[in-house]
């Protein structure tokens, strides 16, 4: 989904689902945003991601975090910054299904330049004619 526009990620999730879901919500340049629901007893092993940074938002239900060896709880309004190439991992322990919100971002690298000067010469271009 790339339009503007506001978004109810509750119309989204499959709470019945015993299988992890990964749905997208956005995606916008570097920028992207999924809703994942975990169900009880489901998790994401520790991994890392080295060319993006993950900001973890939990909706809600509760669960284990690990982010760079840090563990901590996850619970509604827990918000957990993950640079990137941090090692990090989630675990559902409860009863029902855990819900956040992954937002991440491409990290940008000085090879990058001339993609992002041609997409803004482009966007500019376009509004311009």
């Not at 819900?99 to 001339?114: A, I, K, S, Y």
């Amino acid at each position: 989904m790339t339009d503007v526009g506001q978004l109810n990620i509750h119309s989204y999730k499959n709470l019945r689902s015993q299988e992890i879901q990964q749905v997208p919500l956005f995606q916008h340049e570097e920028l992207h945003a999924e809703l994942l629901v975990i169900p009880p007893g489901q998790g994401i092993g520790r991994h890392s991601h080295p060319g993006r940074h993950e900001l973890l938002d939990v909706v809600e239900g509760s669960g284990t975090m690990e982010v760079g060896g840090l563990v901590c709880r996850g619970g509604p309004g827990k918000c957990l910054f993950v640079p990137a190439g941090t090692p990090h991992g989630l675990h559902n322990d409860t009863e029902r299904p855990w819900v956040l919100r992954v937002t991440h971002q491409e990290r940008l690298f000085p090879r990058h330049l001339g993609r992002l000067v041609v997409r803004a010469l482009r966007g500019r271009l376009t509004r311009w004619l």
